[in-house]
C-alpha cells in the first residue's frame, strides 16, 4: 500500500505539505500543490478519508440548507416552480465542492427544530453550511449564527463572526427594468410580486419605484399585486386583476416563472405581448427563452453566485481570504416581450 510519506518524498516535500494540500489548504505553493499531485497520480495512492475525518474537529462535509416544506423535505422542494430558479445553483454549488475535494450533503429536519439541526450538523462534523433562498424568518438563521457554524446564505441576510451572505444586486436590476420600461413610453406599469416580506421582493420593487419617482411618474398602490411566487398563482391572480383594471401597458414579474403564468394569463384575455402590454420577468432562467414571445429579463449570474459562495465558505472555514457579504451584478437581457408603450395610452 503507498503511504503519504513515498508521496511526500517523490514530490520532495513534508508528509505535513502532503497533509495540507489533501484538506484543500491555502497555505500551499502552487508549485508544491503541482508536485504532490502528480506524485499521488504516478504513486496512485489513495488517502484514508476515514481516518482523516476522525483525527480532525471538523470533516470535509459541507451542508447545504434548502427551503423546506412541513415535513422537513427539502429536494422535493426544487421541483416546484417557485424554485426553479436553484436548480442550477445547486448544480455549481455541488462542482465547486467537489473541486476543492468537498462532499455536499443535505439534512432533511424539520425548520421549526433549529436546535436539532445544529446539533444533527455538529454530529456529523461539518466543516460549514451554504444555506439557499431559506425564508428570512427561518429560525435556523440565527441558531446557526449563534452556534458559530461557518455559513453562507445565499438569497438571505446573516452576518455573524462565522457567517456572511451572497445574492445578486436586485435593486439595480430592477433599477435597469424601470428605466428600460420608461425609455419605451410606459408610465403606467402594473408590479405582480411576492410578499414585500420578502427583501428580495422589496429590493425588486423598489428598484423599479425609484426610476420611476426620479421621471416624475407617481406610483399607484392599486397596480401592485403581491402573490405568491410561482406560475399557477401568477395566472390565477392576472386573470383576477385583469377582471378589475387594464389601464396599465407593462407588467413587471416578480420571477421569469411568475412572467410564464402572466404570459398565459395575458393571452387567454386577449391582450397581445408586447403589442398590447409589455412583460419582464426576472432571473434569465432556461425557459426564458423559449416563450412566446421571448422573455426581456435580468440575468443573474448563478455560476458566479454559487462558486462565490463557497469559496467565501471556504474562507469562513480556514480564516483566511475575503468573507465580506458578496454582491454579484446582475443584468437587463432585451427580448421581444417589451416593446413601446400603446399610442392609445
Known amino acids: 500500500m503507498v503511504t503519504s510519506e513515498q508521496v511526500a518524498q517523490l514530490a520532495g516535500v513534508s508528509r505535513a505539505t502532503v497533509s495540507r494540500v489533501l484538506n484543500g489548504s491555502a497555505r500551499i505553493s502552487d508549485d508544491a500543490r503541482e508536485r504532490v499531485h502528480k506524485a499521488i497520480k504516478a504513486l496512485g495512492y489513495e488517502p484514508n478519508v476515514v481516518a482523516q475525518n476522525l483525527a480532525r474537529p471538523r470533516s470535509r462535509m459541507i451542508a447545504l440548507g434548502l427551503f423546506h416544506d412541513n415535513e422537513g423535505l427539502a429536494i422535493s422542494q426544487l421541483g416546484r416552480t417557485e424554485n426553479y430558479f436553484y436548480i442550477d445553483m445547486v448544480r455549481h454549488i455541488d462542482r465547486c465542492v467537489a473541486e ?21 450538523l455538529q454530529a456529523r462534523r461539518a466543516a460549514g453550511i451554504i444555506m439557499l433562498a431559506v425564508d428570512q424568518s427561518d429560525p435556523r438563521i440565527e441558531a446557526l449564527i449563534q452556534a458559530k457554524i461557518p455559513t453562507v446564505f445565499v438569497d438571505a441576510m446573516g452576518e455573524g463572526s462565522h457567517a456572511t451572505y451572497a445574492q445578486s444586486n436586485h435593486l439595480e436590476g430592477a433599477r435597469q427594468v424601470g428605466e ?60 383576477e386583476f385583469l377582471s378589475r383594471r387594464r389601464d396599465f401597458t407593462a407588467i413587471v414579474a416578480g420571477s421569469d416563472m411568475m412572467a410564464i403564468g ?64 458578496l454582491i454579484v451584478p446582475s443584468q437587463l437581457v432585451v427580448r421581444e416581450s417589451t416593446g413601446p408603450a400603446p399610442v392609445s395610452s
Open 262 to 325: 402572466i404570459l398565459r394569463a395575458l393571452h387567454e384575455a386577449g391582450l397581445r405581448v408586447p403589442e398590447d402590454v409589455s412583460l419582464t420577468g426576472f432571473d434569465d432562467v432556461v425557459l426564458s427563452q423559449y416563450t412566446t414571445p421571448p422573455l426581456t429579463t435580468v440575468r443573474q449570474d448563478k455560476e458566479a453566485l454559487g462558486k462565490g459562495a463557497v469559496q467565501r465558505l471556504i474562507a469562513l472555514i480556514e480564516e483566511t481570504g475575503d468573507v465580506s457579504p
Open 100 to 120: 476543492i475535494g468537498y462532499d455536499l450533503f443535505m439534512p432533511s429536519l424539520p425548520r421549526s427544530k433549529p436546535e436539532s439541526y445544529i446539533r444533527s
Open 180 to 239: 428600460h420600461l420608461l425609455a419605451l413610453g410606459h408610465r403606467r406599469i402594473a408590479f405582480l410580486i411576492e410578499p414585500l416580506s420578502n427583501p428580495t421582493s422589496t429590493e425588486r420593487l423598489l428598484g423599479c419605484q425609484q426610476v420611476l419617482a426620479r421621471a416624475g411618474v407617481p406610483f399607484d398602490p392599486g397596480l401592485l399585486c403581491q402573490i405568491e411566487w410561482s406560475t399557477d398563482e401568477a395566472y390565477h391572480a392576472t386573470k
